[in-house]
């Protein structure tokens, strides 16, 4: 299993950016996926996952501002961020998991640093 976050970086507060996640190394289109952040010293924090059928869940903290979303063609997924907020600061990680339960232990890229701050 590889996964390759890329897209992270500085915007100000009330800004967007997408989030890319290439997955190779497993059958893309049959697999859960989500999304996680974590912020130093704080717990891993699921974002949101998509299942192999498209549909999504979402944390309430970033429901109807962010937007999951896959390309089964390209081995990628992504996730849109909108409206960001200070409290988005983390490192945002691809995780190849169906949900929310036991996010923390399943495979994991390397991160993509997200920064919100003016």
């Known amino acids: 299993v590889q996964l390759v976050e890329s897209g992270g970086g500085l915007v100000q507060p009330g800004g967007s950016l997408r989030l890319s996640c290439a997955a190779s190394?497993?059958?893309?289109?049959?697999?859960?996926m989500s999304w996680a952040r974590q912020v130093p010293g704080k717990e891993f924090e699921w974002v949101s996952s998509?299942?192999?059928?498209?549909?999504?869940y979402y944390a309430d903290s970033v429901k109807g501002r962010f937007t999951i979303s896959r390309d089964n063609a390209k081995n990628t997924m992504y996730l849109q961020m909108n409206s960001l907020e200070p409290e988005d600061t983390a490192v945002y990680y691809c995780?190849?998991?169906?949900?929310?339960?036991?996010?923390?232990?399943?495979?994991r890229g390397q991160g993509t640093q997200v920064t919100i701050s003016s």
């Open positions: 190394g497993f059958t893309f289109s049959t697999s859960g």
């Open positions: 998509i299942h192999s059928d498209g549909t999504t």
């Open positions: 995780v190849k998991a169906p949900s929310s339960d036991w996010i923390e232990v399943w495979p």
